[in-house]
């Protein structure tokens, strides 16, 4: 199932047409400036001020599609690139979508060490993986794929154990169930196909993403504005973990600047006290829609 690479001068994304990955995908498309409407309605969508085409597809459906060059790119969770052992490029990591896949038994039952799932019979919607994890440690077990609902399973008597996302484990413990190993740290990927791509392709790709980069960075940084005396300028510098020298004003108290810079969100408040210590005042601290790195 595979498309010229000449086909269309158009770079086509598959996203997931509806899932746990929809709505943020589609929030960072509009968020680099990518403009459509009615994707709810369609399974392709032309975007109108990119030279985009989106593909709408179940996600289990997406790393194929890109594998075999009907996408270009795709957004998908690696828990399905990985699971479909595809042949894909992974671009980025987005830093949404977060789940793991995760081994769980029933929390009264006798299985709590590796060992004790030989022979036993683990349901799951992910095969491959779990097949992999317990091949590794040299222990056999039974495999019964389930599309849906697969934490009922020990219940019903179908399956000793299970492997399945999990996000929270609120819905393991509303079933009895514990988690005992993780498989997989999983997160929403950018992949690429590895068919070549025409130069004009490539450059689409290239602009796409300086804008996917200077998104996530403005999304993981803060502009942040204080007053300071003059004479605590360099002990504020020392402290503020920015990306290059902060700028420096004057203000009509002439023994006081304002200073402006931008900073990783995560180190804010830890450097706050710092700097209200070395002697700033009056800090604001305001979102970033996007940076050009």
């Known amino acids: 199932m595979t498309r010229s690479k000449d086909s269309s001068t158009s770079l086509r994304i598959a996203i997931q047409k509806s899932g746990r990955l929809t709505d943020k995908t589609v929030d960072l498309l509009h968020g680099i400036g990518i403009e459509f409407d009615n994707y709810k309605r369609n399974l392709m969508v032309k975007t109108r ?16 599609y890109v594998q075999d060059g009907v996408c270009d ?68 077990v039974n495999l019964v794929e389930i599309s849906g609902a697969v934490e009922i399973t020990p219940q019903l008597e179908v399956a000793d154990a299970i492997s ?27 992949i690429q196909t590895n068919l070549e791509l025409s130069p004009g392709k490539q450059e689409l ?50 023994d006081m600047v304002a200073i402006h810079t931008v900073i990783p969100i995560d ?6 006290e710092e700097l209200k210590s070395a002697g700033a005042s009056d800090i604001v601290m305001l979102p970033i829609e996007s940076m050009i790195l």
């Open 49 to 64: 001020n990119f030279d985009i085409e989106l593909l709408l597809l179940r996600d289990d459906d997406i790393p194929e």
């Open 205 to 254: 790709v290239d602009k796409f993403l300086v804008r996917i980069d200077g998104y996530q960075q403005a999304k993981r940084s803060r502009y942040i504005m204080m007053n300071a005396p003059k004479d605590s300028i360099e002990s504020i510098r020392e402290i503020i973990p920015s990306m290059k020298s902060p700028t420096i004003v004057p203000l009509a108290e002439t």
């Open 73 to 140: 790119l795709g957004f998908v969770g690696a828990n399905e690139v990985y699971e479909k052992n595809a042949n894909v490029t992974v671009l980025r990591g987005l830093n949404y979508g977060r789940c793991r896949l995760a081994i769980a038994a029933p929390k009264n039952g006798s299985i709590k060490q590796p060992e004790d799932f030989n022979g036993k019979t683990i349901a799951t919607s992910y095969p491959f993986l779990t097949e992999k994890f317990f091949s590794e440690k040299g222990i056999d």
């Open 267 to 272: 180190r804010f408040w830890i450097v706050m």
């Open 164 to 190: 399945d996302l999990v996000s929270t484990g609120g819905t393991l413990r509303a079933n009895g169930l514990q988690e005992l190993f993780t498989i997989l740290e999983s997160e929403t990927k950018l």
